[in-house]
């Protein structure tokens, strides 16, 4: 019974703060292009703020392990309404940039090193694809509807709005997070040590992976650019991609679960996307929008059939945190280098590009693995 008490209470959980993050989240890129700030600026934030969650989330591990995680989790979501505060202020400066860099990076950190550390504890090894994508069902839907409310509270509302919701709600959902039970022997952070036990393709399976982060980042301000200039659309195709990734989101959790992984496919198949979405300038992007969120589920639960199943027999923790070390630091080198490319179309084909090499390495080493094996 507690089993199926820590599965209910972690989807109270994530359905209203996956529901509160994406209010702003979704838009964030937009919301600082259309506030005043040049692309280089936007793209100099996502650098930044990918670069400082490197040491952030291993302090945030650390601390974790010692105390509590849910303390890092009230952490990152008092980071997250400082966050708020700041967008309500903002200022045209470097420095300013800078700042909510820092803590964005102390609100993302402080969620995903506390949830992953959650879903870890009630997730089995066995079909884990299968019963993770329950649990995105219920993010999906959650995003829905912030897509559509978040669009109108910016456009037709103060963002003062927004952080009175943030503060009731994100409190809300700390009550259903503190009644998880969980059995869980801390261990010292050993980083180096571990390392050398995650295996080299799951390695690229993660980089590559995350690297489509940055893609859904670049993406709004292509579509305010080069389609239409507004959040209720930017709102929209997020709901419209949800929409998709729900609908076939229990039929991929079964077929990944018991057949082979669809990872290399669906990256393909993601990467088609993107560039049939800058081939289109006009409302017909809706249905690129909608084929993509099916592929980009398959690819999804293809990952964390990786994720859940290839840990080496390395303890939670290092696993989580070394994921998430590779996922900053893929994300800040890559947008390291997106600030010495001044056209939005341009980020968007170098990221793919970036993508599909690492897909080919990643398809050279499985090989390699699958042969070895074989011997």
């Given at each position: 019974m507690?089993?199926?008490?820590n599965?209910?209470?972690?989807?109270?959980?994530?359905f209203?703060?996956?529901?509160?993050?994406?209010l702003?989240?979704?838009?964030?890129?937009?919301?600082?292009?259309?506030?005043?700030?040049s692309?280089?600026?936007?793209?100099?934030f996502?650098?930044?703020?990918n670069?400082?969650?490197?040491?952030?989330?291993?302090?945030?591990?650390?601390?974790?392990?010692?105390t509590?995680?849910?303390?890092i989790?009230?952490?990152g979501?008092?980071s997250?309404?400082?966050?708020?505060?700041?967008?309500r202020?903002?200022?045209?400066?470097d420095l300013?940039?800078?700042l909510?860099?820092?803590?964005?990076?102390?609100?993302?950190?402080?969620y995903?090193i506390?949830r992953?550390?959650?879903?870890s504890?009630?997730?089995p090894?066995?079909?884990?694809?299968?019963?993770y994508?329950?649990?995105?069902?219920?993010?999906?839907v959650?995003?829905?509807?912030?897509?559509y409310?978040?669009?109108?509270?910016?456009?037709?509302?103060?963002?003062?709005?927004?952080?009175?919701?943030?503060?009731i709600?994100?409190?809300?959902s700390?009550?259903?997070?503190?009644?998880?039970?969980?059995?869980?022997?801390p261990?010292k952070i050993e980083l180096?040590?571990?390392l050398?036990?995650?295996?080299?393709?799951?390695?690229?399976?993660?980089?590559f992976?995350?690297?489509?982060d940055?893609?859904?980042?670049?993406?709004?301000i292509?579509?305010?650019?080069?389609?239409?200039?507004?959040?209720?659309?930017?709102?929209?195709?997020?709901?419209?991609s949800?929409?998709?990734?729900?609908?076939?989101i229990?039929?991929y959790?079964?077929?990944?679960?018991?057949?082979?992984?669809?990872?290399?496919?669906?990256?393909?198949l993601?990467?088609v996307?993107?560039?049939?979405?800058?081939?289109?300038?006009?409302?017909?992007?809706?249905?690129?929008?909608?084929?993509?969120?099916?592929?980009?589920?398959?690819?999804n639960?293809?990952?964390?059939?990786?994720?859940?199943e290839?840990?080496?027999g390395m303890?939670?923790t290092h696993?989580?945190?070394?994921?998430?070390?590779?996922e900053?630091?893929?994300?800040?080198?890559?947008?390291?280098?997106?600030?010495?490319?001044?056209?939005?179309?341009?980020?968007?084909?170098f990221?793919?590009l970036?993508i599909?090499?690492?897909?080919?390495?990643?398809?050279?080493?499985?090989?390699?693995l699958?042969?070895?094996?074989?011997?």
């Amino acid at each position: 019974m507690k089993k199926n008490d820590n599965f209910l209470y972690f989807n109270i959980f994530n359905f209203i703060s996956t529901f509160v993050r994406a209010l702003i989240e979704i838009f964030i890129s937009l919301y600082l292009f259309k506030n005043g700030f040049s692309i280089k600026s936007v793209i100099l934030f996502y650098f930044l703020a990918n670069l400082f969650a490197i040491p952030i989330a291993y302090i945030y591990a650390s601390i974790g392990e010692k105390t509590k995680y849910s303390y890092i989790m009230a952490v990152g979501y008092i980071s997250f309404i400082i966050l708020q505060l700041l967008l309500r202020n903002i200022v045209l400066s470097d420095l300013y940039i800078l700042l909510i860099a820092i803590i964005y990076s102390l609100y993302r950190r402080g969620y995903w090193i506390s949830r992953r550390f959650y879903i870890s504890h009630i997730i089995p090894k066995r079909k884990s694809s299968f019963i993770y994508s329950i649990i995105m069902v219920s993010i999906q839907v959650a995003k829905i509807l912030s897509g559509y409310i978040g669009s109108y509270l910016l456009s037709s509302a103060d963002i003062s709005t927004l952080i009175v919701i943030s503060v009731i709600l994100l409190s809300l959902s700390l009550i259903p997070l503190s009644k998880i039970k969980y059995e869980n022997k801390p261990v010292k952070i050993e980083l180096r040590k571990n390392l050398k036990k995650y295996r080299i393709d799951s390695l690229l399976a993660f980089s590559f992976f995350e690297l489509d982060d940055l893609l859904s980042y670049l993406f709004p301000i292509y579509i305010a650019l080069y389609v239409n200039n507004s959040y209720q659309l930017a709102g929209n195709l997020n709901a419209i991609s949800n929409v998709a990734i729900i609908i076939f989101i229990l039929i991929y959790g079964k077929i990944i679960n018991n057949k082979k992984n669809y990872l290399i496919l669906s990256t393909v198949l993601v990467l088609v996307c993107v560039f049939f979405k800058l081939s289109i300038n006009s409302y017909l992007i809706v249905i690129v929008y909608f084929i993509e969120g099916l592929v980009l589920k398959m690819q999804n639960q293809s990952n964390n059939k990786i994720y859940f199943e290839n840990n080496n027999g390395m303890d939670i923790t290092h696993y989580s945190l070394l994921y998430q070390i590779i996922e900053c630091l893929m994300r800040a080198v890559v947008s390291f280098l997106l600030l010495f490319i001044f056209d939005v179309r341009l980020m968007i084909v170098f990221v793919s590009l970036i993508i599909l090499v690492l897909l080919v390495l990643y398809v050279i080493v499985t090989k390699k693995l699958i042969r070895y094996r074989l011997k």
